[in-house]
Nanobody, 125 residues
Framework: DVQLVESGGASAQAGGSLTVSCKMS????????MGWFRQAPGKEREGVAT????????YYADSVKGRFTISQDNAKATLYLQMDKLKPEDTDMYYC???????????????????RGQGTQVTVS
């Protein structure tokens, strides 16, 4: 079974940086899409970023473009989200998500991917 485990969430000051990680296991196919979405209690989910497994092409929501960077380390089976120039409105629970294949690999779709982790909390003040 596919398992995703996020880590690295913490409190940070506005303008600062933070990197969250997602350890992947049980993924056997080479072609897939992974990404991050965020959600706070009472709020709708917001897709943040996605990345293709093979080409490494990445996509970002307008709200984080130029500030966040998604990347993957295949040797470590780990997905990262580097967050710079943090804002208080970035405060959320951050989830990584996975789907087989590379269709619908967009931040608009990532919250609906069939596999997701338990989330890691990011708080910006």
């Amino acid at each position: 079974d596919v398992q995703l485990v996020e880590s690295g969430g913490a409190s940070a000051q506005a303008g600062g940086s933070l990197t969250v990680s997602c350890k992947m296991s049980g993924i056997s196919n080479r072609s897939y899409c992974m990404g991050w979405f965020r959600q706070a209690p009472g709020k709708e989910r917001e897709g943040v970023a996605t990345i293709y497994s093979t080409r490494g092409t990445s996509y970002y929501a307008d709200s984080v473009k130029g500030r966040f960077t998604i990347s993957q380390d295949n040797a470590k089976a780990t997905l990262y989200l580097q967050m710079d120039k943090l804002k208080p409105e970035d405060t959320d629970m951050y989830y990584c998500a996975y789907r087989r294949g590379q269709t619908y690999c967009s931040p608009r779709n990532v919250a609906g991917f069939p596999y997701r982790g338990q989330g890691t909390q990011v708080t910006v003040s």
